[in-house]
């Protein structure tokens, strides 16, 4: 080994603590990257391999009653590679011991073969055998969530009957990654079942013999499926064709699909502030000791070592940093992505995992390092370049702060010499001082961001059951019902109240803009589902016309006095054309409303209700709950506390479990770099310092000269902090946000609040452990050294 | 004498590095007494203790055993807080590689202790003394090493110290350089009746001493007075 290689060595242990923080800082940023990239492209194989496996289909073309010989037509479209016609259903399961009914769906399966497409996997028991049309096979997830085993009872109402099915077997499927009651848009596994059974079975309960309700088809390699979608909404639209849609508008696809660009949102913007963070601190570092080795670079250089020679034994140090980091954010990628792997098996119903981390990402982890470290490191470089062997051999002449004298008489009247010793040390290297400001505001507005974030989606959370849904129960239908029932429930034990609301299903149109969601219709003053502007005020119901929530009218790119057209998706499917009476900041989501009655009185169908929302009577709610299920028209019912907690659940696991991690490594980054910034002063100053400590200046006199320039880099940076925090969290709230829950990005106090008091103290943790070292240090040896 | 005439008095004044076989005696039992307003200078090659004693007398350092008083006062049972006072009060110190703040003018520089001191003189009159007065406003990086050193005396006699430690106060500099600065200690000495102790390898400043002190091994081997002191205009450099 070479006698520099062999310095490099020693110097690396010498500075083992400060090169072992800045490699765990380019480790982290590594470790995120392989990690995310990681879990990206596993949830993506992994969702590939199951559609493509278990055949899942592109089309999806629900219709009211259509003749089996319809899916010949449907298969002949050009670019249809494959047609299944089946019934689908709703159902209501009464688990024993649960007063509150299950919303399920009823999913038909071929008598003699298995499905052509939306294949099933069946994870424990058997198929149907034909013909026993009392035999259920029970969605995996559910059957989990209440213990079931195979053979045990089902009881379940279907259009309105009771009937009794012997569980054979448990599967998992495609369509159902992300489990969610029809019109509900937080899955939680316990709420809500899928029963598979025999076609003849479900066609007698749904009296659809020789036909099917809902139409799947997948389209050829190549094909455009939005050709197809128009070709088969011409041919169904007789059978009461309810607008056919694509499997990216399917609920549990569309759920992945917003993970996955959530993730993808966090894994562009945080793994390249801690390369950042990173060059940074190694830049410093590495100036550090290069000025701390003058003497020996000019030795070298006087032996006849050449300038690049004694560069690059430098850079090797910075490479050594980085690639030791990098490797190791690679294992701890390596590692953390295969638990958030399985975290997301669990959490989606993967029946099986693609685990796959991309050798490009460990590529780009090393490469990225290396190019941060070495942008770092070049700065130090001309450094070297540019000592000659004489003026290395010399000690630095002192720094020279004769620039920095321009402030001077306007700072003389009333600051002391150690005040102007910060401010000049501040003045004289504002780049340095500059990049610490930095490094403490992009730490610090990475936790506020996060911090901003999480409470955020509390925020969301309180505001959707506390504000928004202010209901105990709230009462679906599987057809929208005339007033009279609706007020006949005002009669069942324990309602106090009974509000009425009316959603529907359709397409937003404004020229070429649409969007796929629902109208809905409310009574004006409505009190226990509400629709509320961003000021907590209640946005009123117009006599006519539609209210559309900001994000909404910004999508279909609408104003007030325009007419926007309503393509229904429900009953007769009109085609509606209403004006839009004003757009309102809503607080969540991208919503629609109208007065109900006018509503209504567009679709013809006057004092119609689909949803009914409840106060009631906790004490009576057993009772309540034993009523609704015998009512063959409610399709569900829902308790808002349970609502409420599947939401927190889903908040709280995926991607959003990933907050409190970025959180907490924004939190440790943001000490490390303050506490960097105070270390690398102390080393810098040690020697003015220990002069202090001789002429007779206390320990509190000296920390203050070395402390000031801490506190004006935090004081700077807080400020700073805050501005990049905000920005940040709307970039991190975007990539979180989606069409179906959405998280508000407002200027949040608390969350600043406690950022600025995690960096300061921070700032007081590093400004003591620093003093501790003023403490300790030698004053002979310092005084005696030459630098 | 008593000892409250004694600027400095030692008794067996002893500082050990290290422990065991590693152990390195740097004072051997050193008895001294130097008295008020003379001008002493410690010779000795290097490793004779003689800047062990200028630490320990100083405040910098603590012995290992034995006492050293000032002015009476027991300075080997100080706690830290009393050493920082009593270097802030009483002494001035002149360092081989001058110490100065880079960030601070040559004024400021004295300022900086004036600012903290009893009873000190003027900053400009400090260097005035020091015959920097043209360049007050500049800063140690505009500045030759022989103005450099120059403002550490200032900053050091700016105080009126009782006692001034020079350690190679001359080390960095050429002889012409060397002499102003030696001119500028007799004068501290001699106007502000200031004691002043210098160690030093230039056998030849010992002539401008009102007292030599030879050291060896940790231990005093000879101290001898000078009946005819020398200008430092007169010393072969």
Redo the contacts between chains.
């Keep these: 080994m070479s006698p520099l290689n062999r310095k490099l060595l020693r110097d690396l242990w010498r500075i083992k603590g400060q090169a072992g923080a800045i490699a765990l800082v380019v480790a982290v940023g590594v470790s995120l990257l392989v990690m995310m990239a990681g879990m990206l492209s596993s949830l993506k194989e992994t969702r590939a391999a199951y559609y493509e496996r278990y055949r899942l289909s592109d089309v999806v073309a629900p219709v009211t009653r259509a003749p089996l010989s319809l899916l010949e037509r449907l298969a002949q479209i050009p670019g249809v590679a494959a047609v299944e016609g089946r019934i689908f259903g709703g159902a209501l399961v009464d688990m024993p011991g649960q007063a509150i009914p299950i919303r399920a769906s009823a999913v038909s399966l071929p008598t003699h073969r298995a499905p052509r497409l939306n294949d099933l996997y069946l994870k424990q028991g058997r198929m149907l055998v034909p013909g026993r049309t009392e035999e259920v096979i029970v969605l995996d997830s559910f059957a989990k969530a209440h213990d079931l085993m195979l053979g045990d009872t089902l009881t379940a109402t279907m259009n309105g009957a009771r009937r009794s099915f012997r569980i054979v077997g448990f599967a998992m499927a495609p369509e159902f990654l992300f489990t969610t009651a029809p019109g509900e848009f937080v899955p939680d596994d316990a709420r809500f079942a899928v029963l598979w059974m025999n076609e003849d079975a479900l066609a007698a309960a749904f009296d659809l013999k020789g036909a099917f309700n809902e139409a799947l088809l997948s389209v050829e390699r190549g094909a455009m499926p939005e050709a197809v979608l128009d070709a088969v909404d011409a041919i169904v639209d007789r059978y009461g064709g309810q607008g056919a849609y694509l499997r990216e508008d399917h609920m549990s696809d569309r759920f992945i699909s917003e993970e996955i660009s959530g993730l993808q949102a966090t894994s562009v913007v945080v793994p390249p502030i801690f390369m950042g963070v990173a060059a940074f601190l190694l830049n410093i570092v590495i100036t550090r000791m290069v000025q701390a080795e003058r003497e020996q670079i000019g030795l070298i250089k006087a032996f006849g070592y050449s300038d690049f020679e004694v560069g690059f034994h430098y850079f090797k140090m910075v490479l050594v940093i980085a690639v030791a980091g990098a490797a190791f954010g690679c294992v701890l990628g390596l590692w953390g992505g295969r638990a958030m792997a399985g975290v997301y098996q669990t959490v989606y119903h993967f029946p099986f995992l693609v685990f796959q981390i991309s050798p490009a990402s460990f590529v780009t982890g090393v490469g990225v390092s290396v190019l941060a470290a070495s942008a770092g490191g070049l700065f130090v470089l001309r450094r070297v370049f540019r000592l000659t062997p004489a003026v290395a051999m010399r000690?630095p002449?002192?720094?020279?702060?004769?620039r920095?004298?321009a402030l001077?008489q306007r700072l003389k009247s009333w600051l002391?010499?150690?005040s102007?010793?910060v401010i000049?040390?501040v003045m004289?290297n504002p780049g340095r001082i500059f990049g610490a400001v930095l490094g403490v505001a992009v730490g610090m507005g990475l936790s506020s961001a996060q911090l901003s974030i999480m409470l955020g989606f509390d925020e969301t959370l309180d505001l959707t059951f506390g504000v928004i849904d202010r209901s105990d129960v709230s009462v679906s239908f599987f057809e929208p019902m005339p007033a009279a029932a609706v007020n006949a429930m005002k009669h069942l034990p324990g309602v106090v109240e009974v509000e009425p609301t009316r959603a529907v299903g359709a397409v937003l149109r404004n020229g070429l803009h649409s969007y796929r969601g629902s109208v809905t219709g409310l009574t004006p003053g409505a009190s226990l589902s509400r629709a509320v502007d961003n000021d907590m005020n209640d946005i009123p119901m117009p006599e006519t016309g539609i209210v559309l929530a900001k994000a909404l009218a910004d999508i279909l790119e609408i104003g007030p006095g325009d007419m926007l057209e309503i393509e229904v998706l429900e009953g007769r499917r009109p085609v509606l054309q209403v004006p839009v009476a004003s757009i309102a900041e809503t607080l969540l989501g991208a919503p629609a409303f109208m007065h109900m009655q006018s509503l209504n009185h567009e679709m013809r169908e006057w004092g119609r209700v689909s949803v009914v929302y409840l106060r009631v009577d906790s004490a009576q709610l057993p009772a309540l709950y034993a009523e609704l299920k015998a009512m063959p028209s409610v399709a569900g019912v829902t308790q808002r506390e349970d609502a409420r907690a599947a939401m927190q659940k889903l908040m709280d696991t995926g991607a959003g479990a990933m907050r409190y991690v970025m959180a907490a490594i924004a939190g440790i980054i943001t000490f490390g770099i303050v506490y960097n910034a105070a270390r690398i002063a102390y080393g810098e100053q040690a020697?003015?310092l220990a002069?202090?400590?001789?002429?007779?200046?206390?320990?509190a006199?000296t920390a203050f000269v070395l402390l000031g320039e801490l506190a004006i880099v935090i004081l700077l940076a807080l400020p700073l902090g805050v501005g990049i925090g905000y920005a940040l969290s709307f970039l991190i709230a975007a990539g979180f946000s989606t069409d179906l829950y959405q998280i508000p990005t407002t200027f949040r106090p608390d969350a600043f609040g406690t950022a600025t008091a995690a960096v300061v103290l921070a700032a007081l943790v590093s400004g003591w452990l620093v003093r501790r070292d003023i403490d300790k240090v030698d004053?002979?040896a310092t005084?005696k050294t030459?630098e | 004498m008593s000892e409250t005439e004694h600027t400095f008095t030692t008794r067996g004044l002893t500082k050990v590095y290290g422990s065991g076989e590693a152990a390195v005696h740097a004072l051997r039992g050193v008895d001294l007494e130097i008295p008020k307003g003379e001008i002493v200078v410690l010779l000795g090659p290097s490793g004779s203790g003689k800047s062990t004693l200028l630490n320990i007398v100083g405040g910098l350092d603590r012995a290992t055993d034995g006492e050293a008083f000032f002015e009476g006062q027991n300075l080997t049972a100080m706690s830290d807080r009393d050493l920082t006072r009593y270097r802030r009060d009483h002494v001035g110190f002149v360092f081989q590689f001058y110490n100065l703040m880079p960030s601070l003018t040559a004024r400021e520089n004295v300022e900086l202790v004036t600012e903290i001191a009893e009873d000190p003189m003027d900053a400009s009159e400090a260097l005035r003394l020091v015959g920097l007065t043209e360049r007050m406003d500049h800063f140690p990086a505009q500045m030759s090493g022989g103005e450099q050193q120059r403002v550490a005396i200032a900053r050091a006699i700016a105080k009126k110290p009782t006692v001034l430690f020079c350690d190679e106060p001359t080390g960095a500099l050429d002889s012409a350089t060397g002499r102003a600065v030696l001119h500028v200690l007799n004068d501290v000495n001699a106007k502000l009746g200031a004691t002043v102790m210098i160690v030093t390898h230039a056998a030849a400043t010992a002539g401008m001493a009102h007292r030599v002190i030879h050291f060896a091994d940790g231990a005093i081997r000879s101290v001898e007075t000078n009946a005819h002191r020398l200008s430092p205009d007169e010393i072969k450099w």
């Design positions: 000690p002449a002192p720094m020279d702060f004769s920095s004298g001077n002391d010499q150690p102007r010793m000049r040390r004289r020697r003015d002069s202090l400590r001789v002429i007779g200046f206390t320990r006199e004053l002979v005084l030459r």
